[in-house]
């Protein structure tokens, strides 16, 4: 189908004086008037679509094509690599002075409503316009963004992604007047210079080991607490259990008190009543009944027992006579009697 229209544009052109232009799928054209009959030559500020052909009088027309894709411009420091041989990174400064070279790639594209400004004011082709606009324009405000920079925030993701951000936003501002967008700014592998790369290093090293012993002080400081509400805990246990023990032995004490109590009273009270019958005995004994009732005592005790009569006459003194031996002699006496 494409041959037979390319056939057809060739025909008519022929006929008519015409040469065929073509637009691909992601190409805008513009037209250059050389003379121009009807209205102003120059660059025509009319965009043509992607994708289409068209007819214009060869001679007095130039015709020009810009692909309006993604374009992609690598600025990086391996040689063979990128827009350009050789280092080709982008250098800074960091506001603390130390130089850094980082990667960048600035994804760009051509605003399709200006090309014939880009033509006219910039180039006729990408590669003039990334020349002349995008690279120069690009390094520079890239420079300056990344120079606002100190030198350990380089090392944080979301800083620098940040500062991409802003460069992209910065470009923008600069070249969407010129024909030119810019979708995405890129910051890629960088480095320091190599000594202050190493001081970096050793303190990142130093803050590694210094949280690592914060944590560890930490992890000791716990498992002190932890040791300690152990402690409190047996030591609690231990005041608890002295606490039952005490309790106990004070009622063990209190029992035996009570125990003990009881006895006394009992004691106190067996000893009264034998104290009040004695002394009930006692006043009987006191009265007129009294001596009476002990001779009756003595006759029961005497009842039985071998009565001796000793004889008085003889002037013996009782109080200063050995009785037992005088009744052991009298009884041998009595034996003998009795034998003949």
């Given at each position: 189908m494409r041959s037979l229209i390319l056939t057809a544009a060739l025909a008519l052109s022929l006929s008519t004086g015409c040469t065929p232009h073509s637009t691909d799928s992601t190409e805008v054209g513009v037209r250059t008037a050389k003379i121009a009959f009807i209205g102003d030559k120059g660059v025509q500020k009319e965009i043509y679509a992607p994708g289409s052909t068209y007819f214009f009088p060869p001679i007095i027309n130039d015709w020009h094509v810009f692909d309006t894709a993604l374009q992609n411009l690598e600025m990086t420091r391996e040689v063979n690599k990128?827009?350009?041989?050789?280092?080709?990174?982008?250098?800074?400064k960091t506001v603390d002075g130390n130089d850094i070279s980082v990667n960048v790639t600035v994804v760009w594209r051509i605003d399709p409503t200006q090309a014939w400004y880009v033509l006219q004011f910039v180039g006729d082709d990408l590669e003039a316009v990334e020349e002349k606009l995008v690279r120069p324009v690009s390094r520079t405000v890239i420079r300056d963004v990344l120079n606002e920079l100190a030198s350990e925030q380089y090392y944080d993701a979301d800083s620098r992604f940040r500062k991409g951000t802003e460069a992209e936003t910065r470009l923008n501002h600069y070249l969407n007047a010129e024909g030119v967008i810019i979708d995405q700014v890129l910051l890629g592998e960088h480095a320091f210079n190599p000594r202050y790369e190493q001081v970096i290093r050793d303190k990142k090293v130093a803050e590694q080991d210094a949280s690592r012993l914060q944590s560890e002080t930490e992890a000791a400081g716990e498992q002190v607490k932890r040791d300690l509400e152990e402690q409190k805990g047996y030591v609690n246990q231990a005041i608890e259990q002295s606490m039952g023990q005490a309790q106990r032995k004070q009622l063990e004490a209190d029992a035996a008190f009570y125990e003990a109590q009881r006895k006394a009273e009992a004691i106190t009270t067996e000893a009264k009543a034998e104290a009040e019958g004695l002394m009930a005995r006692a006043r009987a004994l006191a009265g007129s009944g009294g001596a009476a009732q002990v001779k009756l005592k003595l006759?029961?005790?005497?009842?039985?027992?071998?009565?001796i009569f000793l004889p008085a006459s003889s002037g013996m003194d009782v109080?200063?006579?050995?009785?037992?031996?005088?009744l052991e002699r009298y009884g041998v006496q009595a034996a003998g009697r009795r034998s003949e």
């Open positions: 990128g827009s350009r041989s050789g280092d080709d990174s982008i250098r800074f006759a029961a005790a005497m009842r039985g027992k071998p009565i109080r200063n006579t050995d009785v037992n031996q005088l």
